[in-house]
T-cell receptor, first 107, second 113 residues
Framework: KNEVEQSPQNLTAQEGEFITINCSYS?????LHWLQQHPGGGIVSLFM???GKKKHGRLIATINIQEKHSSLHITASHPRDSAVYIC?????????FGTGTSLTVIP | EPEVTQTPSHQVTQMGQEVILRCVPI?????FYWYRQILGQKVEFLVS????????KSEIFDDQFSVERPDGSNFTLKIRSTKLEDSAMYFC???????????FGNGTRLTVT
C-alpha cells in the first residue's frame, strides 16, 4: 500500500518544454514536500506547502487539499533540471515518500 | 549557507557489527530526522527526533536502531548488529521547526558485507 503515488515514473522532455509531475496521497497530511535528488544522490528540498501554490524561479508547486493532489511544474525546462523529483507528505513528524519521477531533459 | 553534514560518506562493515552514522544538523534547527534509501528504491522514513526524544518512528526502526544527540550538536544513528539488508544510503535531515522545509545531508552509504 503506497500512501503517496507519483506519476509519471519516468519522463523525457526536450529542452524548453513545460513539465508536470503529479502526486496523489491517501493519508491526511500536514504538509507536502517536493524534493529533488541529483544523480550523485544528494537531496534538496524544493517546496513545502500545505495549501495553494508556491513559485520559485521556473518551478511552481500546487496542492489541492480536497482532492489530495499536488503538482510540480517546470517551465522552460533545461538539461540541468534532469534529476529525480520526489513527493513526500508528513503527518506529524512521520513521513511518506513517493517513488520519485526520473526526469531527463534533452538539449 | 549553513548545511547538514554527515560522516562518513561511505562505511563498509561486516554483518553483525555495530555502526554509528553521524550527522551535524544546522545549529538552530529543532527537528532531526533519519531516512534511508536502498539502492534503486524510494526514500523511507526511519525516525524523527525533537526535544531530546524520538517523536515518531517507522516500522523499519526496530530495536536494532537507536538515535542519540549526545552533545547538543551531533545526531547519531546506531545500528547494533548490521544485516545485509541494512545496506543503503542513510540521509540525515533537520528542520527549523515543525512543518518547515527539510535540509538534507549528503548521505552515508552503508555497505554491509
Amino acid at each position: 500500500k503506497n500512501e503517496v503515488e507519483q506519476s509519471p515514473q519516468n519522463l523525457t522532455a526536450q529542452e524548453g518544454e513545460f513539465i508536470t509531475i503529479n502526486c496523489s496521497y491517501s493519508v491526511g497530511i500536514s504538509a507536502l514536500h517536493w524534493l529533488q535528488q541529483h544523480p550523485g544522490g544528494g537531496i534538496v528540498s524544493l517546496f513545502m506547502l500545505s495549501s495553494g501554490k508556491k513559485k520559485h524561479g521556473r518551478l511552481i508547486a500546487t496542492i489541492n487539499i480536497q482532492e489530495k493532489h499536488s503538482s510540480l511544474h517546470i517551465t522552460a525546462s533545461h538539461p540541468r533540471d534532469s534529476a529525480v523529483y520526489i513527493c513526500a507528505g508528513n503527518t506529524g513528524n512521520q513521513f511518506y515518500f513517493g517513488t520519485g519521477t526520473s526526469l531527463t531533459v534533452i538539449p | 549557507e549553513p548545511e547538514v553534514t554527515q560522516t562518513p560518506s561511505h562505511q563498509v562493515t561486516q554483518m553483525g557489527q555495530e555502526v554509528i552514522l553521524r550527522c551535524v544538523p544546522i545549529s538552530n534547527h529543532l527537528y532531526f530526522y533519519w531516512y534511508r534509501q536502498i539502492l534503486g528504491q524510494k526514500v523511507e522514513f526511519l525516525v524523527s527526533f525533537y526535544n531530546n526524544e524520538i517523536s515518531e518512528k517507522s516500522e523499519i526502526f526496530d530495536d536494532q536502531f537507536s538515535v542519540e544527540r549526545p552533545d547538543g550538536s551531533n545526531f547519531t544513528l546506531k545500528i547494533r548488529s548490521t544485516k545485509l539488508e541494512d545496506s543503503a544510503m542513510y540521509f540525515c535531515a533537520s528542520s527549523l521547526e515543525y512543518n518547515s522545509p527539510l535540509h538534507f545531508g549528503n548521505g552515508t552509504r552503508l555497505t554491509v558485507t
